[in-house]
């Protein structure tokens, strides 16, 4: 990791005075109101907040279980002041949830030993696994994968041994703890990677709003972000930038134009370089804004070709390397990386070998020469305000997350950079040498957040959150867990294929058969393609396919084909408790009914064919009937009336007397519209991930409503002629 933005322990200040905090946000407050000066606003605040003061500010207080000398829960109360000073004094963890844990140091824990142990076990699998990957040892790698992944759930099971009262693992908060913390984790990242690439800041109301301008200004260290703006000739933002830029962020949330007079009030009170600190303090994207062409160069800078004329020991550059450099520097040699490793490069190629780590000491050499900019303006002590409340926040860069994942987009960096999505050697290099600096940025939050919890310098650096995969494409859908992907590297393996991944069960559905959902594999690839190749998507042509596949089922329904229908099984009547509630009664409806005219099927246990219908209710029911064959329209009606039936939206006939076709009888009764929507669900989307909405839940609309059966054209996943 980059100095510039990774610092040693001590540099990282743990500050659980919220009281002291809140009067110099104050005390900056009427500052910037009045003019006056922040020592005499500091002294007024705090003598109006004393126990004699207009505005006291009391302690709350909580609630608590603590334990005793025999290690026994016992039931206190305790003020918050009380329980953040044993968390400053005894040097103790306080987590998201209000639980204060002693270190590891003063009391032993076996169990935290025991995770430190599984997590450097998988992660020396992996690293095993990723060389097997790339050198094409398919086994190795399946068996490392099993291998990282039984010791990621040896790890999971404490957690889970935690919650359960039942073994000596239980540690009722434990848990909650645990969860508190990666949200914690995962919300820091994900509103610092926000804030880096898109300038998107939470601001959902005022008070939000004033407090990150008054904590920012408060909190920079002003020389050094003098020395910066005058070494890099950066321009001085005024009121109206600053006022732009929150409106950019608030607009999401509120348009209250009063509340934009306080905002211009309190930026007019700001000096030029509070502004500068204000909109400059970890965000790439208004730098860039209001510097183009710096950060225009800063960044093509980044990806200049090695200098190899220079005598290095490359062995020692590349063992010295972290993780995140070298994932960087395989991407910036990609041309001779794409389908190997620098170990192999080292035996068949050493000047390749020789390229590889000269590239990654010009990367430290240039994260060296911008060091002051990095560390000045991003690796600050600025954190995000009012984590709690990110969740709920709407977002530009940040496409999903996970408890120890942030996946990003920097697609609108490259449109910026060359004026339209473009997949190049160039393009992809900007983009991981942009992934590279929001690993930096994510790193410095999370051991900023380390600090704050109480976590010890041996532990400081734990908690990461690399930039693990590399998409050209990331395709998702609106429906929570479902995406398409096109993987061009992981942790520095550049493939020389990329690999397309499906998520979902929208987009996988086992159930729904394979010359249908195979298809639609077949399409995305297809699509994907086109795009990685620079080339346009054939709107119409995909949505042509897709009604011509419509239209194909449409018309195998019609002829009673049962190949897209679901098989389900009717046990037999002792395993039901409800019998004519369940399966069972299509048993019943086809003995009583349907055995005079198509045969016996026996007694159950048997294979169906499972019919959605449309009798949805008593209209549809009583033309039922009146067009039922009259060998057995009676039975049928006293059937219904019998049991109740005022509608019947599945049928259930015998597998085996049916296994060429259904009879017209049943075949008509399909609900055929909702079976198509069932099938080419995944079609639909495709159609959503690349922006094209058109599906509703009802299935009033398909496109083969409006679009003719054209057979020239082909199905979905069919190569163009």
Not at 110 to 120: E, F, G, H, P, V
Not at 171 to 179: E, F, V
Not at 586 to 601: A, I, P, R, T
Request: with cysteine; proline share 3%; aromatic share 10%.
């Amino acid at each position: 990791m980059s100095d510039a933005f990774v610092k040693p322990p001590d540099h990282y200040h743990r500050d659980l005075d919220i009281k002291g905090n809140a009067e110099l946000i104050a005390a900056k407050y009427l500052q910037v109101k009045t003019g006056q000066s922040f020592d005499v606003c500091l002294d007024f605040v705090k003598k109006e907040t004393s126990d004699n003061g207009l505005f006291p500010l009391a302690p709350k207080h909580l609630k608590v279980l603590r334990k005793d000398q025999n290690q026994d829960r016992v039931k206190d109360v305790y003020s918050i002041d009380k329980i953040l000073g044993i968390a400053t004094h005894e040097k103790a963890a306080l987590t998201g949830n209000m639980c204060v844990y002693s270190s590891n140091e003063n009391i032993p824990c076996s169990t935290a030993n025991y995770i430190n142990d599984k997590l450097n076990l998988r992660a020396s699998i992996k690293e095993k696994e990723k060389i097997a990957e790339q050198e094409g040892n398919k086994l190795l790698a399946m068996t490392c994968n099993n291998g990282q992944t039984a010791a990621k759930l040896l790890n999971n099971s404490v957690s889970g041994a935690r919650v359960s009262p039942y073994n000596p693992l239980h540690l009722k908060t434990a848990h909650s703890s645990l969860t508190s913390t990666t949200m914690l984790s995962v919300s820091y990242s994900n509103s610092s990677t926000e804030r880096f690439l898109s300038g998107n800041r939470h601001y959902y109301n005022l008070s939000v709003t004033i407090d990150a301008i008054l904590s920012v200004t408060l909190n920079t260290d002003y020389r050094a972000l003098e020395a910066t703006v005058v070494k890099y000739r950066l321009y001085i933002p005024n009121t109206s930038d600053v006022f732009k830029s929150i409106k950019r962020c608030s607009k999401f949330y509120w348009k209250n134009t009063h509340w934009d007079d306080e905002l211009i009030d309190i930026i007019n009170g700001l000096t030029d370089l509070e502004k500068c600190a204000f909109l400059y303090t970890g965000d790439f994207f208004n730098l860039s804004k209001h510097n183009p062409d710096f950060v225009r160069g800063l960044l093509f800078e980044g990806i200049q070709p090695a200098d190899t004329n220079r005598d290095i020991d490359s062995d020692a550059i590349v063992k010295s390397a972290d993780a995140d450099i070298i994932a960087l520097c395989s991407v910036l040699c990609s041309e001779f990386l794409t389908g190997t490793i620098p170990a192999k490069i080292k035996a068949t190629n050493p000047e390749q070998y020789k390229y590889f780590a000269c590239t990654i000491l010009d990367v430290c050499n240039y994260m060296n020469k911008y060091s002051d900019l990095f560390s000045t303006l991003f690796a600050t002590v600025n954190m995000p305000l009012m984590i709690s409340e990110f969740p709920n926040s709407i977002r530009r860069s940040v496409m999903g997350s996970d408890t120890d994942s942030n996946m990003f987009t920097v697609q609108e960096w490259i449109v910026w950079l060359f004026g339209k999505v473009i997949f190049s050697i160039e393009s992809t290099k900007i983009a991981q040498l942009l992934c590279y600096l929001v690993s930096e940025v994510t790193a410095h939050s999370l051991i900023s957040l380390s600090r704050q919890l109480g976590v010890k310098d041996k532990e400081l650096y734990r908690l990461k959150m690399k930039s693990e995969f590399s998409f050209a494409i990331y395709g998702r859908a609106n429906k929570a867990k479902h995406y398409a992907t096109l993987m061009t590297s992981r942790e520095g393996n550049v493939f020389s294929t990329p690999k397309f991944e499906i998520k979902g069960v929208g987009l996988k559905d086992s159930k729904i058969p394979k010359s249908i959902i195979g298809r639609l594999e077949e399409e995305f690839i297809y699509l994907f393609t086109k795009i990685t190749n620079n080339k346009g998507i054939d709107i119409y042509l995909l949505l042509q396919r897709i009604a011509n596949l419509e239209h194909s089922i449409m018309e195998d329904l019609n002829k009673g084909d049962i190949q897209y229908l679901s098989m389900v099984k009717i046990a037999n009547k002792e395993a039901y408790k409800k019998p004519m509630a369940s399966k069972y009664m299509h048993y019943d409806l086809w003995q009583n009914v349907y055995e005079k005219k198509f045969g016996s099927v026996g007694a159950p246990p048997y294979q169906c064919v499972k019919i959605s219908t449309t009798l949805i209710n008593k209209t549809s029911i009583e033309k039922w009937i009146a067009a039922s064959d009259s060998s057995y329209r009676n039975e049928l009606e006293e059937w219904l009336i019998r049991n109740n039936k005022t509608s019947l939206k599945m049928l259930l006939v015998p597998l085996e007397l049916f296994k060429t076709g259904l009879p017209k009888e049943f075949s008509d009764l399909i609900d055929k519209r909702k079976i198509i929507s069932e099938l080419i669900s995944g079609y639909y989307t495709l159609l959503e991930i690349i922006g094209f909405y058109v599906r509703n839940e009802s299935t009033s609309i398909l496109l083969m409503d409006d679009i003719e059966y054209r057979p020239e054209y082909g199905l979905p996943g069919d190569e163009l002629k």
